[in-house]
């Protein structure tokens, strides 16, 4: 069986993250080609429907907010949308 890694980086703001998101996704061709995946939602560099995808139904949420993705119905079709 393969194992697979997973990095996950998480910053918070004036810490460098956007830089670092932005060299991710400009290299990723070459990560890819290196054995590794930068993984991006809704054309975004920083991934957030994962981690929108992860809280409760009930948790309210701008991002959700800003795509129209606020009732559980909505929430459930980008979680599966994310699987897929």
Do not use: C, W
Not at 40 to 47: A, C, D, K, P
Not at 62 to 76: A, G, M, N, V, W
Request: net charge negative; hydrophobic share 35%.
């Amino acid at each position: 069986m393969r194992k697979f890694y997973f990095y996950i980086h998480i910053g918070t703001e004036k810490t460098g993250s956007t830089t670092i998101q932005n060299v991710l996704k400009q290299t990723s061709n070459d990560l890819q080609n290196a054995g590794f995946a930068y993984l991006v939602t809704h054309g975004r560099i920083e991934s957030r429907a994962f981690a929108a995808a992860a809280i409760d139904d009930k948790q309210p949420d701008d991002f959700l907010q800003s795509i129209d993705k606020q009732s559980p119905e909505e929430r459930q079709a980008l979680r599966e949308q994310l699987a897929s």
